[in-house]
């Protein structure tokens, strides 16, 4: 197990010096959100960022996975929007060619897998609503199409993961519309390839909703044979987020924080 932490934890830090700082206490991984600040793959000197990551991550003798969580990256109005299930398919397809572009990281860094979520269901935005709810910042129930979007959203990026020979890891989130490890294996089915890994967060409140299986041969963290799905694991605290990379075909991990 390789202990690791989150560069969420360090969003005070230039990134340069926080992975200097996981280095010098013995962290062995980490796990890299891309944000406005760091591996921005919009702004001008993303590549020359990129180049630089991959030589500390290598110096550093550093694993590492990527995150897409980032609150206002690519919506400065309402946090992590646009995702697979907004409403219009111009907000859906940015989602998309986010998590593609996550996927290059990837290929780049070398890194381990790229971790991405549901999403929840808004109607209307913050600056024109379309119901009470939207106004107070709650979600309404998806319409029926919305599990579609997701589908065809998550098929695109896996299709685009295969192809650069990338692990992707889904985590279930609550409040999100896929919240548990069941609705994560209808979803991987209906996707169908073993790109499509899992992240679990043991961390979170729901953890024994979402790891419950009727018999460990309909798990949906495994395969029909046997083998895991599982591709990463998150343990949060008060204060910080330690995660694990897991071997796909073992369920062995190695943790990041």
Same mark, same amino acid.
């Given at each position: 197990m390789l202990l690791g932490y989150n560069t969420n934890g360090l969003a005070f830090h230039r990134w340069q010096d926080g992975l200097e700082l996981l280095a010098e206490v013995g962290f062995r991984a980490v796990a890299i959100t891309v944000d406005q600040h760091c =591996?921005?793959?919009?702004? %001008?000197?993303? #590549?020359?960022?990129?180049?630089?990551?991959?030589?500390?991550l290598e110096r550093l003798q550093l694993r590492s996975v990527i995150e897409t969580g980032a609150r206002f990256l690519l919506d400065p109005r309402q946090k992590h929007e646009p995702t697979l299930i907004s409403s219009t398919a111009e907000q859906r397809s940015r989602r998309?060619?986010?998590?593609?572009?996550?996927?290059?990281?990837?290929?780049?860094l070398n890194s381990d897998a790229v971790s991405f979520w549901s999403g929840v269901w808004r109607m209307g935005? =913050?600056?024109?609503?379309? %119901?009470?709810? #939207?106004?107070s910042g709650k979600s309404a129930q998806p319409p029926e199409?919305?599990?579609?979007?997701?589908?065809d959203g998550c098929r695109r990026v896996t299709d685009y993961a295969e192809q650069r020979g990338v692990q992707l890891a889904f985590e279930p989130e609550p409040g999100m519309l896929v919240e548990t490890n069941e609705q994560y294996g209808q979803l991987a089915e209906q996707v169908g390839s073993p790109r499509f890994g899992l992240t679990i967060d043991i961390g979170q409140r729901s953890t024994s909703a979402m790891c419950s299986a009727s018999s460990p041969a309909r798990s949906p963290i495994t395969y029909g044979d046997g083998r895991s799905r599982l591709a990463m694991s998150t343990s949060r605290t008060c204060d910080a987020e330690f995660t694990s990379i897991c071997d796909s075909a073992t369920g062995r991990s190695t943790s990041r924080r």
């Open positions: =591996l921005n793959p919009f702004a %001008s000197n993303f #590549a020359s960022e990129l180049a630089e990551m991959r030589r500390t998309v060619d986010f998590l593609c572009r996550c996927v290059d990281i990837v290929k780049e935005t =913050l600056a024109c609503p379309s %119901s009470a709810a #939207a106004e199409s919305a599990w579609q979007w997701l589908l």
